[in-house]
């Protein structure tokens, strides 16, 4: 007797799973009373055997081949938060791992076209330069980055801040825990008028401007976005801040400047590559005077044991190409290692499931005119990373750790009072 791709579904996954699967051979599998998911093509067949797990079901997604009913595409974080912790792939026993493969076989097994919007694999990016090289990291940051000012704007809200918000209470806003955020960052660095700070890895100059008009400091940031650079720059002259507030677009090693007060670094390690954190840091020691400090905010792994992320993984080949991820101990090291005094260190991974499921419903709420930015393919790219990094910082599969050092003078100042307080409400 041939095999169905409904008898086949509940092979691999077993009656437990919450889905209910309408195949287009008219088979069905799963639980009946779960979310029904259809799979339209022997093309969305494919995706799934030749990329088993989130990639495949990625593209067969992206493609229109794989639907699930009463999905709002803008924010997907239902469907998301089922798939991880309902997706359990059996153990397979003889029998049936024979019958499988005999049903693979019959497919006419192939890799589809890929969705426009895949980023190539890790050899042929080699094309591009080494993986970090400056020119590979420089096209990955315009990948993500340079979809459109007025996309992110959409999804981002006014802030124009893609970084992890911190809120103050339950009920604070996305915007106004953007601003919290920034004001103890701002603290946490000691900022105060006259001083001189370097954002690296500025966006669109969110910091930068927050610091600037706040804090009284004269700022510069860099990017590697020339279209984030264009228009914090705009911004920068329309709120008056000119003379006082830079956003460059360059990469923070061809930054001249020294003896800054502060450096920040934030949502930008991500990209560098676990091994070059050593010398990341290095640069930006080199760019403060004693007793300066730096606050470096990034999402990170819960363990130190597994550096990096898949290369056939969804995130790399749709959403952050070449990024890595490891735990806080080790960016902790690595400041050590190049001669920072860590002063302080704390986890905001509640905060960024709550960031991320504001910016899901903004996407959600602008769906039609983000799709009309972007395309159809890149706002569900957008759709499935947000509502998926939300699942993943609720269930602590990564964090958002900020680190606070100091470049501690050669007699052993810091610059640090016995007890000091960061929270703006401490102000």
């Known amino acids: 007797m041939t095999m169905t791709v409904g008898e086949a579904f509940d092979r691999i996954l077993g009656a437990g ?46 493609a229109g081949e794989l639907e699930f009913d009463g999905l709002d595409e803008g924010d997907p974080y239902e469907v998301m938060r089922l798939a991880a912790g309902g997706l359990v792939t059996r153990q397979l026993g003889p029998r049936d791992a024979a019958e499988l493969i005999a049903f693979v076989g019959r497919t006419g097994l192939h890799v589809p076209q890929l969705p426009d919007v895949e980023t190539p694999g890790p050899l042929r990016r080699l094309a591009h330069g080494l993986r970090h090289a400056r020119e590979r990291d420089a096209e990955a940051i315009r990948h993500h980055y340079d979809v459109s000012n007025s996309f992110y704007e959409l999804v981002l809200g006014p802030s124009m801040t893609y970084t992890c918000a911190c809120y103050p209470t339950d009920t604070a806003t996305l915007e106004a825990a953007q601003a919290y955020k920034y004001d103890l960052v701002a603290r946490k660095l000691g900022l105060e008028p006259g001083m001189r700070l370097l954002d690296v890895g500025c966006g669109w100059g969110g910091m930068v401007r927050h610091a600037v ?87 990170t792994r819960p363990d130190n044991q597994h550096p990096g992320l898949p290369s056939r993984g969804f995130i790399n080949r749709y959403v952050f190409p070449d990024g890595e991820l490891t735990g806080s101990g080790e960016i902790v090291r690595a400041m050590e290692d190049e001669g920072f005094e860590v002063r302080h260190h704390e986890n905001l991974r509640e905060h960024y499931a709550r960031t991320l499921a504001g910016w899901g419903t903004n996407l959600s709420k602008n769906w039609d005119d983000c799709v009309a930015l972007a395309g159809l393919i890149t706002a569900r790219v957008w759709g499935l990373y947000l509502a998926g990094s939300r699942v993943a910082f609720e269930r602590n599969e990564i964090q958002l750790h900020q680190v606070l050092a100091s470049r501690t003078g050669p007699e052993g100042a810091s610059g640090f009072a016995l007890r000091p307080r960061f929270e703006p409400s401490d102000a």
């Open 213 to 299: 008009e706040h804090y009284g400091v004269t700022a510069l940031g860099v990017t590697l976005s020339k279209e984030q650079a264009a228009w914090a720059r705009d911004r920068i002259e329309a709120e008056g801040l000119t003379g006082r507030a830079e956003v460059r677009h360059a990469d923070y090693r061809d930054v001249t400047e020294r003896g800054f007060d502060a450096v920040s670094s934030i949502g930008l390690t991500e990209h560098i590559g676990v091994k070059n954190y050593r010398a990341y840091f290095r640069v930006l020691r080199e760019r403060l005077r004693d007793e300066g400090r730096l606050l470096n905010h990034c999402i």
């Open 17 to 62: 799973t919450p889905f209910h699967l309408v195949a287009y051979d008219g088979s069905t599998g799963g639980t009946p009373s779960g979310r029904v998911v259809r799979l339209k093509s022997v093309r969305g067949l494919n995706y799934l055997l030749t990329a088993p797990g989130e990639l495949g079901l990625a593209r067969a997604y992206l």
